[in-house]
């Protein structure tokens, strides 16, 4: 049986609540790093004193909470797997000890807060108490059998001062059991023994942010990073990570099409933010975007108010019909400017990789592509092999209408996708986007 538990102690943020918080993870990267700690390793040891694994799961990258306001989060999962084939574990104890780690290497109490454990099968497990512990009693252990918790807790605060702001949080999990029946040499059962795993959760850098989002909680989430900021609102329906990534000087991602040339009146600018929300689609529509707020480097001769973003989403699977010289999509590719492909084999002749070609004729859920803008569609002379993935490429504020320029950037979050920038210097604009949909944005 699985329990879930809203700790009450005094260390707990017990005014929020959390249905479920096993975390999604879709898309590649910017999702954060998942780390696992396994003793003794292999398990089962060939050591046949070793009766028992315990293995640390994490997520690094997430971002620290601030003094004041809402939390992130961070969630680790601790796993005790009997290896006895006969016997049972007795008086289990799981103690978890957690302490903030310094960019000194120091360490100091954990500001983090449990939030909510999840135990399978049922345990009894305390709260975080003022020395940064927690106990469960696991009491015993039949052979074969897995204990799984996973406590998701508050991130520990971003102070001011540098020296003291905590470059991670380490968590140190020592599992001790007792055998039931007596060993044959000294000192006879019950024979204690004991294992310990520590992983720590690295917090984000400078350039990234991330953080884990329980179900149950419905707010607003900002996640950010030393320039940008990605913000969202969550509607408690269902758990999922959010992240973040700002890449300096990226001309990769710059649109370049066959000839080499780029969107006609779209300038490359260097910085790119790339967000990856495992919620995705159930999660965001018009009425709920993704917003991004950033700070943008441009040429002193660009205004706020000309400002556009090139936004390449996630990939998709796309089949081709060389008959007709289409590509059929799961999305429209309706309003997408250009297309990436990539494939598992060979792309639809003569079509190359990591070339950037102009969407036309898209209707429905069908599309074609042309080497020029507005201009003929390729002939396919083959429908390639293995498996095609579009990247789509949108212009974001482009639209001779202006129905994708926002007054606001409140108003962003209303007009999407759309786009709004203020210059705050010569050469930065803070420029607001909005979308529904991961990917890196320029």
Known sequence: MTVLRRNTSA???????????????????????????????????????????????????????????????????????????????????????????????????????????????????????????????????????????????????????VALRPVATRLTARVSVDERERDNTDPQDPNQEVREVVNPTVYSANNAGGTIVPAGVDRHFSVPTSLSSLEFDSVGTLSFAAFITDHANDQARCFKDPAGNGFPGVPCLLQTSEVTVGAGAPLFGAGNPLQWIRQVDVPAALKADEIVALHRYDGISVTADAGANTFTSPKSFVNIDGVRFSTTNKLPAPLQVGVDYYVVQADGMTFKVSA???????????????????????????????????????????????????????????????????????
């Open 11 to 161: 260390r707990s943020l017990g005014i929020l609540g959390c249905l479920v918080f096993a975390c999604v993870f879709l898309g590649g990267a910017g999702t954060g790093a998942a780390d696992t700690v396994t003793t003794p390793t292999p398990c089962p040891s060939p050591d046949k004193a070793k009766r028992f694994c315990i293995t640390v799961s994490d997520t690094d990258g997430v971002s620290r909470s601030p003094v004041a306001g809402d939390p992130l989060f961070m969630e680790s999962t601790v796993i005790v797997r009997s290896t006895e084939k006969s016997r049972n574990l007795t008086h289990a104890r799981l103690r978890i000890t957690l302490v903030d780690v310094l960019a000194n290497g120091g360490t100091t109490g954990t500001t983090a807060t449990l939030f909510e454990t999840e135990i399978s099968p049922d345990t009894t497990c305390g709260p975080l108490l003022p020395d940064g512990t927690i106990t469960c009693d696991l009491v015993k252990l039949t052979p074969g059998e897995v204990w799984v918790g996973r406590f998701l807790l508050t991130t520990s605060i971003n102070v001011d001062t």
């Open 372 to 442: 020029t803008r507005g201009g003929a569609p390729i002939n396919l002379t083959n429908a390639g092999n293995g498996t095609t993935t579009a990247e789509r490429i949108r212009v974001i504020g482009d639209a001779l209408d202006g129905s994708e320029r926002a007054a606001s950037c409140d108003e962003t979050l209303t007009k999407v996708p759309s786009i709004f920038g203020t210059k705050i210097s010569n050469k930065v604009i803070q420029e607001c986007v909005s979308d529904v949909e991961n990917g890196y944005m320029k």
